[in-house]
């Protein structure tokens, strides 16, 4: 069994920076190796409007979407989705004073990229 080095950001949603409160809403996990991006997320509404009543929980999974076509390298990403998906990555783990904020990059190692997001989607969100 091949063991591929893998990185990923956890996806927090931010909808008030000055009560420096967040909801872990996704993670996206990067293997150079394996040339594989991806993202998985789940947005909890009640979760999100208990930290701020007035959230566009809408808007959050457009901005979930957006870093989808990234991830995907497609037009949903815009421009930072025609880059090479090494560079997609630095895009989506750089800090950001958006609604919705990486996390600290993490690594491991795994030999299937798709079920380890599936294991940290399960194990960090919801």
Not at 2 to 16: E, F, I, K, S
Not at 19 to 41: I, P, S, T
Not at 78 to 85: D, R
């Amino acid at each position: 069994m091949t063991r591929l080095a893998y990185q990923y950001v956890v996806l927090r949603c931010v909808p008030r920076v000055d009560r420096e409160e967040f909801l872990n809403v996704g993670v996206v996990v990067y293997c150079q190796a394996a040339d594989y991006l991806d993202v998985a997320w789940q947005v909890d509404a009640g979760r999100l409007r208990a930290l701020d009543p007035r959230i566009d929980v809408d808007q959050v999974r457009d901005a979930l979407r957006f870093v989808e076509g990234v991830c995907a390298g497609d037009d949903r990403g815009g421009a930072a989705g025609a880059h090479p998906i090494g560079q997609r990555f630095g895009f989506l783990k750089a800090p950001k004073s958006t609604v919705i904020q990486p996390g600290p990059v993490h690594g491991g190692v795994t030999s299937d990229p798709a079920a380890q997001l599936a294991h940290l989607l399960g194990c960090l969100v919801g």
